[in-house]
């Protein structure tokens, strides 16, 4: 198994920026893709930024694309989204995950979430 744990998430200023982060421990060497997904009040979790995590490649939402950057510590076995630009709809719990299988879907580790607010 793996466990995720994520920080950094705050009450931030409309236009600012902030940067979550999120390390892995366990059975890491399991991880196929790491990535961030978001869930706001009443909403689905939806996705926000990936990176397979053999060749580092990044993959992001259309509402990350621009404003976002996903990055990694791979020897710390570390993830980090960068958030610029941020608008009050990035108001949400943001969610570590990790693919422990071939794909999304088959076999995901989720982090517990941090809270990312932002005021208008």
């Known amino acids: 198994q793996v466990q995720l744990v994520e920080s950094g998430g705050e009450l931030v200023p409309f236009g600012g920026s902030l940067r979550l982060s999120c390390g892995a421990s366990?059975?890491?060497?399991?991880?196929?893709?790491m990535g961030w997904f978001r869930r706001a009040s009443g909403y689905d979790y939806r996705f926000v930024a990936g990176m397979n995590w053999l060749n580092g490649s990044t993959y992001y939402s259309d509402a990350a694309e621009g404003r976002f950057t996903i990055s990694r510590d791979k020897p710390k076995n570390a993830v980090f989204l960068q958030m610029n630009s941020l608008r009050p709809e990035d108001s949400a719990t943001y969610y570590c995950?990790?693919?422990?299988?071939?794909?999304?879907?088959?076999?995901?580790?989720w982090g517990q979430g941090t809270q990312v607010t932002v005021s208008s």
């Open positions: 366990g059975r890491t060497s399991d991880i196929h893709a």
């Open positions: 995950a990790a693919a422990l299988g071939a794909r999304w879907g088959l076999n995901d580790a």
